[in-house]
């Protein structure tokens, strides 16, 4: 059995329920013996997908996403742990009785058969009909638009056509999730860019789950209905993609999703909802000390913090209200364009990077070696996991 073939010998998608989760990994564990030394590829990962969701595993290299995702296809046996598919266990069941299909990187597709008779290929060998062939291949030609392509090779096109003959060549065995592991990433940029958005497009039209394996955070945040952020093995976060730009839950996550500013500090007081860090002189930070979705804090705790560089106002006069203020001298002020970029060095030799929006005017608030005021509303920062 080789990978490309899992899922052609399943039945036609059962109807849809949703009610029950499409996809459920209960605490699944995937250890290797390598050398000898055991290596924990994943360490307990625990999520669920809804039907028909857009979702997306995200994380750096080597993190365990393909492991989790050949888990739920049945290529991996889980050391620990359940995997569910539409409600039923299927932890030991062979990957070709799943009704999942894999999509890969490299394509896989065959090179000695165009377009059509690659499609066609799952159908043939289940020996669906051939006018009901006909008809579903030349349906999914049309969702990935290519109409009118089906004489060609696959080396008689290019890189993002390839991928849509793969992409076709699952979905047309209508599994009830497709799998994709890093499917865009032999394209270059601009290729990249417009298979996203024509990925997301396809998802919506045929209505199936998606899996999405990335290590691309603009990928990510660009096609996910929800967005499992994944770090050495585990699930550092998982919610929609405002929520994992705008709120981080962890200092890895803050890090690894756009471009962050990395506090730390001790709460010295907590007044109602909002608690104070005092950093210099007439330096403070104000975050909000507990509630529904940030971590709570009290005083004496250490916390770290993070604050995005677009909620941050840099300005000469010293700011009033009840605003986070810090003090700096700016390094490098950056053009670039839509908006301006400040680096900012504190008085500890901490460094905030600032964009300010050019909105009205492309004056610069502040040249390299002024003295500036840093401020930004207590609730655009807050104490990360
Ligand atoms: P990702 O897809 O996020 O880059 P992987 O799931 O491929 O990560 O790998 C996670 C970890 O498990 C890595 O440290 C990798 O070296 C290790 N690993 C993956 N497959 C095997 C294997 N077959 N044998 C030994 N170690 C493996
Ligand atoms: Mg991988």
Avoid at 1 to 6: H, K, R, V
Avoid at 188 to 217: A, N, S
Avoid at 249 to 275: H, K, P, R, Y
């Amino acid at each position: 059995m080789t990978e490309i073939q899992a899922g052609v010998g399943a039945a036609v998608a059962a109807p849809v329920s949703q009610a029950v989760p499409a996809i459920e990994l209960d605490n699944v564990v995937k250890e290797y013996t390598s050398h000898g030394e055991v290596v924990q590829a994943v360490k307990g990962v625990s999520l669920t997908i809804a039907e028909g969701e857009f979702f997306s595993l995200l994380g750096p290299s080597g993190c365990g996403k393909t492991t989790t995702m050949r888990m739920i296809a049945g290529f991996e046996d889980p050391t620990g742990g359940v995997v569910r598919l539409h409600g039923e266990d299927v932890t030991s069941v062979p990957p070709n009785k799943r009704d999942v299909n894999m999509v890969f990187q490299s394509y896989a597709l065959f090179p000695h058969m165009n377009v059509w008779e690659n499609v066609a290929f799952g159908l043939r060998r289940r020996k669906v009909a051939d006018d009901e062939i006909k008809r579903r291949v030349g349906e999914i030609l049309e969702v990935v638009d290519l109409v009118g392509r089906e004489k060609r090779r696959p080396k008689e096109m290019s890189g993002g056509q390839q991928q849509r003959v793969a992409l076709a060549r699952a979905l047309v065995n209508r599994p009830r999730a497709l799998l994709l592991d890093e499917p865009l990433g032999a394209l270059d940029l601009k290729l990249r860019q417009h298979m996203q958005i024509e990925l997301k497009r396809i998802q919506r039209e045929v209505g199936i789950t998606f899996v999405y394996v990335t290590h691309d955070q603009g990928e990510a945040l660009t096609m996910s209905d929800r967005i499992a952020v994944m770090n050495d093995g585990l699930v550092e976060q998982l919610a929609d993609p405002r929520e994992i730009y705008e709120r981080p839950a962890t200092t890895f996550v803050a890090g690894f999703i756009g471009t962050s500013n990395l506090l730390s500090g001790t709460v010295q007081s907590v007044t109602g909802e909002v608690a104070l860090l005092a950093l210099g002189p007439s330096d403070r930070i104000l975050i909000p000390a507990g509630g529904a979705v940030t971590t709570a804090v009290s005083t004496g705790d250490a916390v770290n913090l993070t604050v995005r560089p677009e909620k941050i106002t840099i300005g000469t006069q010293q700011p009033e209200g009840e605003l986070s203020v810090v003090r700096g001298t700016v390094s490098e002020v950056v053009y670039l364009g839509t908006y301006n970029s400040y680096l900012v060095t504190l008085a500890d030799g901490a460094e905030i990077t600032v964009f300010e929006q050019n909105a009205h005017d492309s004056t610069i608030t502040a040249e390299r070696g002024e003295s500036v005021w840093l401020s930004w509303q207590p609730r655009h920062s807050y104490a990360l996991r």
